[in-house]
């Protein structure tokens, strides 16, 4: 019943932008916090951002401060990473993700989520 969807991926060019959205159906989004990860071909899953339930307490991976923004809209159901000044060590498939437990941002890349979407492709290339 709980299903994260995401999109908004695509290719761009180095120093470029792109906003990937993640939709959540059958679960109310707002409750939980929600968390974006990505992984390249043959590296291991890295966690990218998280935010709070509330929206007022945001992560982020030392790899992508001052580039990616995350956010959250609650009355559409949706979170979004806006993500600027795109280099192409951020090629990758993203991933959210999220879990029917609280659990706090701050140890939001090692908690075991219950819930994760089918991944949207970021590929950065000239």
């Known amino acids: 019943q709980l299903q994260l969807a995401e999109s908004g991926g695509g290719l761009v060019q180095p120093g470029g932008s792109l906003r990937l959205s993640c939709a959540a159906s059958g679960f109310t989004l707002n409750y939980y916090p929600i968390s974006w990860f990505r992984q390249a071909p043959g590296k291991e899953r890295e966690g990218v951002s998280c935010?709070?339930?509330?929206?007022?307490?945001?992560y982020y991976a030392d790899s992508v401060k001052g580039r990616f923004t995350i956010s959250r809209d609650n009355a559409k159901n949706t979170v979004y990473l806006q993500m600027n000044s795109l280099k192409p060590e951020d090629t990758a498939i993203y991933y959210c993700?999220?879990?029917?437990?609280?659990?706090?941002?701050?140890?939001?890349?090692?908690?075991?989520?219950?819930?994760w979407g089918q991944g949207t492709q970021v590929t950065v290339s000239s």
């Open positions: 993700a999220a879990d029917e437990v609280p659990y706090s941002c701050s140890g939001f890349a090692k908690w075991e989520y219950g819930y």
């Open positions: 935010i709070s339930r509330s929206g007022g307490s945001t």
